[in-house]
């Protein structure tokens, strides 16, 4: 059992603000606490539920991104299904006599992918949605976010940019080889990818997709990390970076969501207070004294709005010890680079 579980590896990830390289050292900070049940309240690529699924404590994934909700399913709450070779045949073969949507092909022209991509999206999105097993499911929607995100410039969806990909200039950054890679052979890596990391842990694992305020249960210790507002007040808003994924997931009313005024389609914007700097001192002050029965951990950067000794004092108010620690590698030490991964525990 230990054997298997050292074999399992989190599937590499270009999602914005994952915390993969940080999940050793933030274990490192946290292993000596008391603690069993865990919530991952923005849980993300899920690197950190994963981490903790890994050093066997019950772990509760949580994202307010339907896609994202998949993601925790596959990787989280799932222990043991995966997709088989003959799964993957079905989801990539054109069925005869069904009559496949259209959405993407017609409503993404020129946008993000060639028409041909679009048509093949639009017939493995249909055939996905189609899979009975929620965490069969979860896994091909996980392969094909991935293989989405490898094929796009900068992996986000903020532009209508697929001129980029295609143009044939020299380029400073990019890698055309990866772009210009088929959808087909994407999806088949990440699958592997995702197959290789289902483990149980002998845990009721669960995956939720709520907004992390209107989470009601009690864990032992709550992880919190928001989406990063820099100094100079600029928000990171998950939905306008990967609202196509969004899209995958929502395919039936897709139309009714997207912001027809946007040129790239972009779905309607939803008001959060994270990406607020106006906001966001009071949402992390709601946060804390909404879980101040738990021990609270926070990832933050130190270049970070608000500043950590903010988030600090904020913190006390709901806890009698805070204890801040900064990430320092020898990389880090030699680079002139002035923001730092933090994380601050309140027990
Ligand atoms: C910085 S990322 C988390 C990264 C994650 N720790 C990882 O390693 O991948 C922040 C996440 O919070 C989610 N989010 C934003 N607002 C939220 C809210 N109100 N409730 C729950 N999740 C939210 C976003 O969708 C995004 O995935």
């Known amino acids: ?195 290789n990391a289902v483990f149980s842990n002998g845990e009721a694992n669960k995956s939720l997709n709520h907004d992390a305020m209107e989470l009601d249960l009690d864990y032992d210790l709550v992880y919190v990390d928001t989406p990063y507002i820099s100094d100079d007040g600029g928000g990171t808003d998950y939905l306008e970076f990967y609202h196509f994924l969004e899209g995958l997931v929502n395919y039936n009313n897709w139309y009714e969501l997207i912001d027809h005024n946007s040129k790239h389609k972009k779905m309607q914007k939803r008001d959060n207070p994270w990406c607020d700097n106006t906001r966001i001192e009071k949402s992390f002050n709601d946060l804390f004294n909404k879980f101040k029965s738990s021990i609270i951990v926070v990832s933050y950067r130190s270049d970070g709005y608000p500043a950590i000794e903010v988030l600090e004092n904020i913190l006390k108010k709901y806890k009698n010890n805070v204890k801040t620690s900064i990430y320092s590698s020898h990389k880090y030490a030699l680079s002139k680079r002035t923001s730092q991964e933090v994380i601050i525990i309140g027990y």
């Open 1 to 195: 059992m230990q054997f298997e579980l050292l074999e399992k590896t989190f599937p590499t990830t270009r999602y914005q603000g994952s915390k993969l390289r940080f999940a050793n050292w933030i274990w490192s900070e946290i292993k000596n606490l008391k603690f069993h049940s865990v919530l991952d309240a923005f849980g993300g690529t899920a690197s950190i539920a994963y981490k903790l699924k890994k050093q066997g404590k019950k772990v509760t994934y949580n994202d307010i991104l339907k896609f994202n909700w998949y993601i925790g399913k596959a990787l989280i709450e799932n222990d043991k299904t995966i997709l088989t070779n003959e799964d993957v045949d079905a989801i990539l073969s054109k069925k005869p006599r069904v009559k496949y949507p259209t959405f993407i092909q017609d409503s993404f022209i020129d946008t993000y992918y060639t028409n041909e991509e679009n048509i093949w999206l639009d017939m493995v999105v249909y055939n996905i949605s189609k899979i009975k097993n929620e965490y069969k499911k979860a896994i091909a929607y996980f392969a094909l976010f991935q293989s989405c995100l490898a094929k796009r410039p900068y992996n986000l969806f903020h532009r209508k940019n697929l001129y980029i990909r295609l143009s044939d200039v020299d380029r400073s950054f990019g890698n055309k080889v990866t772009w210009d890679k088929p959808f087909v052979k994407h999806f088949c890596k990440f699958v592997e990818e995702a197959n």
